[in-house]
């Protein structure tokens, strides 16, 4: 197993942003700005976000921005949507740099996005999901800015997504799953709705997703992945449930995924490495407190400094 490879996995963050040409670079190239946020956190999380030049990350995140609407595409002269927008703030913040956007701008995007029965459009062309009602809730908390949308009518839409199991769906009758569960409780522990959860029946659905490898799972009866470690783990902490699952099977797991040699984690011992699951490797070891790691908001999916610093700091 051994211990969590710091050096080396910043290494292969740092080589991952310089590479422009091979196949992870080419596959990512959509959702670029989400990368950005999932190597520039575990960066930071690991203490080394020291080593990238915050001005230049600056320079390229505004070019990622559609002038006329105010939302972020997730590259260079792509079209906005709501989960590049929100990486868009969150590497923004991470850098205390958020001056550097007009708020009001980018607010009013992702505030133009709600519905009527309260959900939210990723983007104009309207579809729906949960996923899209925790990241708009997400980012117009971060910029100060929850008062544009009808936040009532935002928790009565992921409300209306809750599942007999006590977990949520992507929409009303939708299948529980871990990505999404941690959507909904994220958005209805931002908006102070953790009242509307079972607690202990949510609390058993996302402790029974951890596997005999000590891996998580997303539903059940699938394989254990490494990404889970950050869905599933954060809810449990929202809803005070963490105790219910083995942590140092879990952190087993997670550090056996790691690559050695190159840096870098996979969703599964001895598969390909990529940024995401790096990052939520990462964090989910952040999150059962890995000695040298910095704390990690489990709401925000942001450290707790940076976090602290948004909503504490004058």
């Known amino acids: 197993m051994g211990e969590l490879a710091v050096e080396k996995h910043a290494q292969y963050i740092l080589s991952v942003e310089k590479r422009k040409d091979d196949f992870e ?54 079209d906005p949507h709501v989960l590049y927008t929100l990486s ?18 980018v607010s009013d995007y992702v505030a133009g996005l709600q519905k009527e029965d309260g959900s939210f459009a990723g983007d104009i062309w309207g ?17 100060h800015r929850l008062n544009k949308i009808n936040v009532e009518k935002a928790v009565d839409y992921i ?4 599942n007999l199991d006590g977990g949520f769906g992507s929409i009303p ?19 102070g709705s953790l009242h509307h959860i079972d607690r202990d029946l949510l609390g058993w659905w996302l402790c029974e997703r951890q596997c005999k490898d000590g891996g998580l799972n997303g539903r059940p009866e699938k394989l ?51 940024v995401f699951h790096t990052y939520f490797g990462v964090a989910g070891l952040s999150l059962m407190e890995y ?16 976090v602290n610093r948004i909503f504490f700091q004058k």
């Open 25 to 78: 670079s080419l596959v990512m190239e959509h959702l670029r700005l989400n990368g950005a946020y999932w190597g520039l956190t575990t960066l930071d999380i690991m203490h080394k976000l020291g080593s990238v030049n915050p001005d230049e990350v600056v320079t390229w995140i505004l070019s990622c921005q559609d002038k006329e609407s105010g939302g972020f595409g997730g590259n260079v002269g792509h």
């Open 88 to 105: 868009a703030v969150q590497v923004l913040a991470l850098l205390d740099r958020l001056d550097a956007v007009d708020v009001d701008k």
């Open 127 to 143: 579809e729906i999901d949960t996923r899209f009602s925790y990241v708009a809730i997400c980012c117009l908390s971060l910029l």
């Open 159 to 162: 409300v209306s997504c809750k």
């Open 173 to 191: 009758g939708g299948e529980s799953h871990a990505g999404q569960i941690f959507c909904c409780v994220g958005a209805l522990a931002i908006t």
């Open 224 to 274: 254990t992945d490494v990404c889970y470690s950050w869905w599933v783990l954060s809810s449990l902490i929202m809803i005070d449930r963490v105790h219910w699952i083995d942590k140092n099977k879990l952190s087993k797991f997670i550090l056996n995924c790691q690559d050695l040699e190159k840096g870098g984690i996979s969703d599964r011992p001895d598969n390909a490495v990529d």
């Open 291 to 306: 000695p040298g790691l910095k704390p990690i908001d489990p709401a925000y999916a942001l450290p707790v400094d940076v």
